[in-house]
């Protein structure tokens, strides 16, 4: 059986990704999706923190990055964090389809999942839940953002309910807080649950909230 330290790198239908499967009988789906430059590998030091009834998949971005790493939109020198939803769109389409093909032959539930994404891969995140609500369970954006035009569709989406854990450092230089405070604002006007954490951090998760995602994703 994999574990969250060593879990098996997997292809299927062109997609990359890791896998570490659940144990127990409560089963649920949990995605994991790297940032800017990362890859299926980035996020697994999180895996360790979830709970092992949680089968959890990470995959790889579909645009190389020429520096190294890899993305979830067409590469547009000088645009870091200013990703759009119809530029993210093509990303959370495929990936849907991915999902729902691969739950099928393998014999997985991913009705509904839960996601969990970093940076560009929160303002992923953000997109699927915006464009297929009814299949995202909880949602996590660490060190993240809403897309540039996902404001404007969360005002006419309502999220009743969702539960959504939000992450931010106070000292993140490369994607304010201010937008992920903005993203929590528009997030409870929408109806969801929301859990914020923020921290004297940077681009990065501080320990505190790392201790209070554990706890958002405890509830399986």
């Not at 971005?61 to 979830?72: K, L, T």
Request: aromatic share 10%.
């Amino acid at each position: 059986m994999p574990n969250a330290t060593d879990p098996q790198l997997l292809v299927f239908k062109n997609w990359t990704f890791r896998l570490r499967e659940a144990r127990g009988k409560s089963k649920r789906l949990l995605i994991l999706l790297h940032g800017w430059m990362g890859d299926e590998n980035s996020m697994w030091v999180l895996a360790r923190k979830l709970s092992p009834k949680y089968t959890i998949l990470g995959p790889r971005g579909p645009f190389p990055v020429a520096e190294g790493g890899y993305s979830w939109r067409k590469i547009k020198p000088g645009t870091f964090g200013t990703s759009s939803l119809e530029e993210l769109r093509p990303s959370a389409e495929a990936l849907l389809k991915f999902l729902d093909d691969w739950s099928l032959f393998v014999g997985v539930n991913a009705d509904q999942f839960d996601v969990m994404g970093f940076s560009q891969g929160a303002a992923l995140a953000y997109s699927m839940v915006l464009l297929y609500p009814e299949r995202i369970r909880h949602l996590a954006a660490l060190s993240g953002f809403l897309p540039e035009d996902g404001e404007t569709l969360l005002s006419a989406t309502r999220l009743q309910n969702k539960a959504v854990f939000i992450a931010h450092g106070r000292q993140d230089e490369l994607i304010s807080v201010e937008r992920a405070r903005r993203a929590e604002t528009h997030l409870r006007e929408s109806g969801a649950q929301v859990t914020y954490c923020e921290s004297d951090a940077g681009h990065k998760v501080s320990k505190e909230c790392l201790s209070e995602m554990e706890r958002f994703f405890g509830r399986v």
